[in-house]
């Protein structure tokens, strides 16, 4: 069983609907963050938490909230989609004291119509 | 913030050796990484170097690092077709990492 997952895996949605993606975590990590990959853009951070009670915006955190319920689980909303956050999402996590290797799951695509 | 380049693709035959390129901003970087990502999957940690280091060989990995430049390379040897990827160069910020662009590695066969 995969240690990040991730759903769902692809959505399509469209402009001014409410989403929820949700990323779930077996490794016992407490760091855990939200990243899109736009092409030719790479990976920017949305949100991160480094434990439940922990929430840090990242570099594009306009236009989308987080909820950490648990350590296991961190979501990711859109309150109110628009096309321009159609992307691929990606939830990750990391242990404390690592060298910060971050795990990946599978990630979700989103298009927003 | 941190600026990490990269040039967006290469192309290289089956057999020959892969050199991907990458500049980074931050010279208070602990780690420099490697990510490689498969076509429908999430990224996947390849290897990773230490500041204090200038060259990690790992297989037909080799990771050189010149940090007065702020270069950092990835070359695999005997490139095979499985090696088709994108590949991601990323250091550390304050609390997260800062990842490139990625570079789309094509082999040719």
């Known amino acids: 069983d995969a240690d990040v997952t991730q759903t769902p895996r692809n959505r399509i949605t469209k402009t001014g609907k409410r989403i929820m993606l949700e990323c779930s975590q077996t490794?016992?990590?407490?760091?855990m963050y939200w990243y899109r990959q736009d092409p030719g853009l790479g990976l920017r951070l949305i949100y991160y938490?480094?434990?439940?009670?922990?929430?840090n915006k990242g570099e594009i955190s306009d236009g989308y909230s987080v909820s950490r319920q648990a350590q296991a689980k961190f979501s990711l909303s859109l309150e109110s989609a628009i096309p321009n956050q159609t992307a691929l999402y990606f939830c990750?996590?990391?242990?404390?004291?690592?060298?910060?290797?971050?795990?990946f799951g599978p990630g979700t695509r989103l298009t927003v119509l | 913030g941190e600026d990490v380049e990269q040039s967006l693709f290469l192309s290289v035959r089956e057999g020959d050796s892969s050199v991907i390129n990458c500049t980074y901003t931050d010279s208070s970087s602990t780690y420099l990484y490697w990510y490689k990502q498969e076509p429908g999957a999430g990224l996947q940690l390849l290897t990773y170097?230490?500041?204090?280091?200038d060259m990690k060989q790992d297989q037909r990995l080799t990771v050189l690092l010149n940090k007065k430049d702020k270069h950092l390379s990835l070359r695999i040897a005997d490139t095979q077709t499985g090696d088709s990827a994108i590949y991601f160069c990323?250091?550390?910020?304050?609390?997260?990492?800062?990842f490139g662009t990625g570079t789309r590695l094509t082999v040719i066969p």
């Open positions: 170097i230490f500041s204090n280091m």
């Open positions: 490794k016992g990590h407490d760091r």
């Open positions: 990323a250091e550390t910020g304050a609390n997260n990492l800062f």
């Open positions: 990750a996590t990391s242990e404390v004291g690592s060298h910060n290797e971050q795990f």
């Open positions: 938490s480094f434990d439940v009670k922990d929430i």
